[in-house]
């Protein structure tokens, strides 16, 4: 090698070190940045007052039958990697619409997940401020999050397969969890489902990506096996303090338990599927490597399996036959908007993406999450409410007036370093 590409391959080395110790140094940033006042202590006028749920009635500008009374108040505990995001475009419609008071982050787009949630964590919290939407990602903390909600707020949250949660949460996160860097092959997923004690650590940084997320989402231990009396206690307990679990898998029919418990209209409920993948960045599975995903996530699929039952209880109370038509309804309501305001009429690579706006958060060194192009023809009536439903979540908290230093600056980081490796890749090869 002559002196001057031994130059630049050592250029290109020390650059690269400095970007990776950046990139550590912001990764432990993010997830230990806690805000000032964790221990404060518990007292009775941390509470929200209860007749906040008569004044923000005063904001609601749509009309519903005399039997029904729109909610306003609600807690939704957003899971991971669940189609949560699309659930979460749909609440910040309705608040931004009916102006409710949201309880935001500040810096960053969760609740410093993923520490538990305390209220001192959300943006200019005071001992008894009180709002009407909690929506963020958190990890949960319901005796935390009461303080800030009205005693009429009504508990949702979704899950989703734990299968296929938990390969959809392999493929996005491991390149944030140290100890899947040293697994080999070109299918990292395969080779950990293989062996996943050699390549897990309960204690190693990000660890809970890779076992039991819904169960580390709700604030329990989720290296629990499955058998463990614990965990059949925890759904138990996790039970009482939701009204309504939403299933990913029949995202539809979820839809519209949510549009009636909440007494919503078919309007507020429409939607268009945000942070979906590219179908080339799914890993098949075998029924082999199912079963075993599904024993490594036993404590999830108990979760599940024990919501599951109650959600179709509750389609069956609601009326099958009933179900089926308001379904139908609200998929023909999607496609009328879907031609309204998507050019090409579905979801485009995010290379693809003419309008930032619309541009979706990518995973480290990928682009692998969709996005949409808004037709430029769209009529000036329609037009607000597709850039609305349009929006991902970063830029759409930023419309709402949400710092988002730490999440910007991470992603600017991060995508800095992914480059750097490219350029160095280019380079050598």
Sequence with gaps: MSDIKRKKCSHVIRRLILWVL??????????LTSPTGANRRE????????????LTKRNMTQSQPEKCSPKVNIMFMKTHKTASSTILNILFRFGEKHRLKFAFPDGRNDFFYPSPFLCSQVRDYRPGDCFNIVCNHMRFNHQEVAKLLPADAVYITIL???????????NYYHKAVPLTWRINGDNKLVEFLHDPQTYYSPDAFNSFYLRNLLFFDFGFENNLEAEDPQVIRNIHHISRHLDLVLIAEYFEESLILLKDKLCWTMEDIVYFKLN???????????????AKALKWNGADWKLYQH????????VEAFGTERMK????QLRRRNAEMKYICIEGGGAVEAQKIQDRRFLPWQPFGESSILGYNMKKDVEPKFRTICEKMLTPEIQYLSELGVSLWLTRLW?????????????MNSFIT
Excluded at 44 to 54: G, I, N, R, Y
Aim: net charge neutral; glycine share 2%.
């Design 22 to 31: 950046l990139a550590n140094i912001m990764l432990v940033l993010y997830s």
């Design 43 to 54: 007292s009775e006028e941390d509470s929200c007052p209860l007749q906040m749920a008569k």
């Design 160 to 170: 989703r397969d734990p299968v296929d949660l938990f390969e959809s949460s392999f």
């Design 276 to 290: 979906t993948r590219k179908s080339s960045s799914v890993s098949k599975l075998s029924p082999e490597l199912r």
């Design 307 to 314: 919501f599951n039952a109650t959600f179709w209880a509750k």
């Design 325 to 328: 038509q308001e379904v139908k």
């Design 411 to 423: 992603g600017w980081l991060k995508d800095s370093v992914y480059h750097t490796v490219t350029w």
